[in-house]
């Protein structure tokens, strides 16, 4: 099923590109329900879609994903704030040219300037410093960024990058202005994009309203946005069927819950979609228990991922290795490999059969079980894994106790490595293993929640970036996904997929199959009644 899900999203962005456009309507404020309050407004600063999806409609990127093809890829990049870009010939400058009479929300013009300024402040070379960083180990190989006149600012990379234009065209890498400071952006965030943040209550609601200056002529066809906060589940979901929401949040309508939802509102469009995100585990492998390799290794050959993904999303989810899987997935490990890797085959009782005589030569057993805290987000897509991932310990001698974190805490607590074991879900920014090998495995990312080193394996991580046949490239990032699995560096229960729904006269909106944070930015979405 969830295979032809993903050939029907794509049939229609086929269909979406080919047609002639439709008769887009203005007016009307999108009212749309979020489970979780933002930690702040500041995209640069921030991990989540509670913060990506309320605020991406404030910012632009220099590029960005069609909003209307759901699989993000090199060929689905467009022009955003820069209208055109050419690599030099060695592949090692990438020059924008960029619009012209672009004006900040405050009335001040975009230049060269604040794109210099806003990769110098992930660089940590700028004025203005950000208090948290989660993606400084993007651009690893930016070396510089010169400017030439207003309208046009240069990539100097270390070395050939193929894919810094997909990093660059994520929900997570908006441009900043050069006149606001990091404090200022995370309350009150200054863009140009084609909404502005009219009003902010925390744990209640984020309203936008239209951009009258947004340099996209015509856009964005909505007069506004209200996210409500919402963190009951049942609540947001009456308020979507009572007509009170156009719609929900993206992705927050569980496969288990989708059924109840086409039956209380019939005429809801529904859509799942793959969200290249990640169910696994974060260990804390600098301290006891799991600073003991073995006792790591009887862990991870605890889980039985098949009951994972039959009891949490009903079968609609994957299971795969340190990339997203394919279909819908780019880089994906072959099925084969994965099956090959200790530990990741299908036979779940030989691996629990080994997990507890390792456990037993550790000094554990059915008399003496390890007790521990199991972390893990207050949020949907975290909560229920987690409960089940202490049922599935048990089998293994280890008594765990559910630590539930507020979303405004959890990440700072697993980056200072203040656990002993989590549940976590990573969402990657993009589909591509420049992102994600050095913002979750890199030894000194920000991100390595886990404390994983490996500086033999890191080595190849330069090495597939810069290499520009894909299918050369595939073969050296299936060997690191082999290694990383093999390592435990951070283990993978499954890949996750999930439902968003609106109501028909809502158009424009396309859930993305390989990035939940990159389709919100709502420029594109109107209503028809």
């Known amino acids: 099923m969830r295979f032809w899900t993903g050939v029907f999203c794509a049939l229609a962005a086929v269909g979406i590109a080919a047609s002639p456009a439709l008769a887009q309507k203005s007016g009307g404020t999108l009212r749309m329900y979020f489970q979780d309050n933002p930690p702040s407004a500041s995209i640069l600063e921030e991990a989540t879609t509670s913060t990506v999806v309320p605020f991406m409609g404030l910012y632009n990127n220099l590029v960005l994903f069609d909003q209307q093809i759901p699989q993000n890829s090199l060929k689905t990049i467009r022009p955003d704030l820069a209208e055109s870009w050419a690599w030099s010939a060695d592949g090692k400058q990438l020059t924008f040219k960029l ?9 001040k013009p975009f230049t060269s300037k604040d794109v210099k300024c806003t990769w110098d402040m992930l660089a940590g070379k ?5 208090r948290k960083n989660p993606r400084s180990s993007w651009y690893w190989n930016v070396e510089k960024i010169t400017t030439n006149g207003d309208y046009e600012a240069t990539f100097h990379l270390g070395q050939a990058q193929p894919s810094l234009l997909v990093l660059l065209a994520s929900g997570y890498s908006p441009v900043y202005p050069c006149h606001a400071t990091a404090a200022e952006m995370r309350t009150k965030p200054v863009g140009t994009g084609p909404f502005k943040l009219a009003e902010w209550k925390q744990k209640e609601i984020v309203r936008l309203t239209r951009n009258p200056d947004y340099f996209k002529k015509g856009k964005p066809y909505l007069d506004g946005i209200e996210f409500s906060i919402v963190p009951a589940r049942a609540t947001a ?30 005429q809801a ?61 780019v880089w994906g490990l072959p099925q084969a490999m994965y099956d090959a890797v200790p530990g990741y085959g299908p036979d779940v009782k030989k691996n629990r059969d080994e997990a507890r005589e390792i456990m037993k030569k550790a000094g554990y057993g059915p008399d003496k ?9 207050n949020h949907l897509l975290y909560r229920d894994p987690a409960v089940l991932l202490i049922d599935q310990l048990k089998e293994v001698y280890i008594d765990g106790e559910l630590e539930l974190v507020d979303t405004s805490l959890w990440f700072a607590k697993v980056a200072r490595k203040d656990y002993s074991i989590g549940l976590n879900t990573t969402g990657n920014g993009v589909d591509d293993p420049d992102q994600t090998y050095f913002e979750h495995y890199a030894c000194k990312s920000e991100r390595n929640y886990t404390g994983y080193c490996n500086p033999e394996i890191e080595k190849l991580f330069p090495v597939q970036s810069r290499e520009t046949d ?37 158009k424009g909106f396309s859930p993305m199959v390989n990035s939940l944070y990159n389709g919100s930015r709502f420029e594109d979405v109107w209503f028809d009644k």
């Open 369 to 377: 079980k390890l007790k521990l805290k199991v972390a893990t987000r």
């Open 470 to 506: 894909v299918e050369k490239r595939k073969q050296i990032v299936w060997q690191i996904d082999k290694q990383l699995l093999e390592d435990g560096a951070r283990p993978i229960i499954m890949w996750n997929a999930s439902g968003s729904c609106w109501h028909p006269y809502v």
């Open 269 to 329: 469009i529904c859509q799942v979609a793959a969200m290249n995100n990640s169910t696994n585990l974060i260990v804390n492998r600098e301290a006891p228990p799991f600073d003991n390799a073995d006792v790591r290794r009887a862990m991870l050959l605890s889980i039985d991922r098949k009951t994972f993904i039959d009891i949490i999303n009903q079968g609609e989810a994957d299971i795969g290795g340190v990339m997203e899987p394919a279909p819908n997935g």
């Open 99 to 107: 619009h012209q009479g672009v004006k900040w929300h405050d009335g």
């Open 126 to 130: 700028g004025e203005t410093r950000l």
């Open 237 to 266: 979901i009456l308020g979507f069927v009572t007509n009170r929401y156009d719609m929900t949040a993206p992705y927050a309508v569980t496969i288990p819950l989708l059924k109840d939802m086409k039956t209380q509102s019939p």
